[in-house]
């Protein structure tokens, strides 16, 4: 978890870490009461100004997901499990909605669709990562009838 962002994307790197966390708490990978790194060690491990993971924390305790203990470090609230897992689910949903929508209004078939879906599944990428190209040369594939 928190192992790299994507200073590319078009998702903001503070968005890119409070995302990561809400993800892994929704996973269970993080659960209540674990400790995060300090603002300072991911700043180092990502190659990202402190600010932005302070911000980012921040955010974070804004929601009610984390609690900061003075000379402690930063933890993951007791009992925001559920919350977090519909919260990912509903943005998620609603995401893949608009993408279906767009894929439709473009032209793809429901098979393209799925085809791409299945791939993106199946590969153990981190959220934020460049597409790979095996999923890129599903794009050129098939000709139309």
Known sequence: ????????????VYVQIENHVQFAISSGRLKPGDQLPSVRELSERLGVNPNTVAKAYRDLEVMGLLYTRRGMGVFVQKGVEGKCREDCRRRIFSRLHEVVAEAKAAGLSKEDIIEVAEKSYSLDVDPYSETPASVLTLARGRKRK
């Open 1 to 12: 978890m928190l192992s790299s962002i994507d200073i590319s994307s078009s998702v903001a």
